[in-house]
């Protein structure tokens, strides 16, 4: 059974940069598409991005110039880093599978809240 | 962006009761959409994909239809386990976008 878990600070100062990693367990990396989507109150699910095991990204639009998402296959990890920060970034983080669009597997998040 | 619009946004059912759940797309997404659980404090669950297809393991009284731009979601008997909010999601394009969720309660 495929099992993803996130980490990473859960306090960052605004204008700083949010870093977090994935960790999959159960299950390779390589050969599939690991998004990352985040959930707040005010605007619900929101997908930031994704990328492949060969390091192949796709981007939201909306953050297309804050994000950077990269790919260590051999620790079966993958990470997100959102630059600028502000207090509209503080959500709940969750990492998960992407097969074709279908999150199937999704870790349990990790809330970042941006607070000075 | 690809909108989707669920409605209604909350709804109250009492045990044993059809439910149903729209969501429309802005624009046709052929058959690209997704349906997740999401428990209170819990992770979101994929129930159904391809709009249609009950993922591995999903009480059969879930389904979905549709396909376009008009999509319907639907638990034949609610059970007590099943309130939750419910989202939609669509991966015709990128960026993959969700509805603003259903919150079923319980009469």
């Known amino acids: 059974q495929v099992q993803l878990q996130e980490s990473g600070p859960g306090l960052v100062k605004p204008s700083e940069t949010l870093s977090l990693t994935c960790t999959v367990s159960g299950g390779s990396t390589s050969g599939y598409y690991w998004s990352w989507i985040r959930q707040s109150a005010g605007k619900g699910l929101e997908w930031i991005g994704r990328?492949?095991?060969?390091?192949?990204?796709n981007y939201n639009p909306s953050l297309y110039n804050r994000v950077t998402m990269s790919v260590d296959t051999s620790k079966n990890q993958f990470s997100l880093r959102l630059s600028s920060v502000t207090a509209a970034d503080t959500a709940m983080y969750y990492c998960?599978?992407?097969?074709?669009?279908?999150?199937?597997?999704w870790g349990q998040g990790t809330l970042v809240t941006v607070s000075s | 962006d690809i909108q989707m619009t669920q409605s209604p946004a909350s709804l109250s059912a009492s045990v044993g009761d059809r439910v149903t759940i729209t969501c429309q797309a802005t624009?046709?997404?052929?058959?690209?959409l997704n349906w997740y659980q999401q428990k209170p404090g819990k992770v979101p669950k994929l129930l159904i994909y391809d709009a249609s297809n009950l993922e591995t393991g999903v009480p059969s009284r879930f389904s979905g239809s549709g396909s376009g731009t008009d999509f319907t979601f639907t638990i034949s008997s609610l059970q007590p386990e099943d309130i939750a909010t419910y989202y939609c999601?669509?991966?015709?394009?990128?960026?993959?976008?969700f509805g603003q969720g259903t919150k079923l309660e319980i009469k």
């Open positions: 998960a599978r992407d097969v074709a669009g279908i999150l199937g597997y």
């Open positions: 999601q669509q991966y015709d394009d990128i960026p993959p976008t």
């Open positions: 990328i492949y095991s060969s390091g192949n990204t």
């Open positions: 624009h046709d997404i052929s058959y690209f």
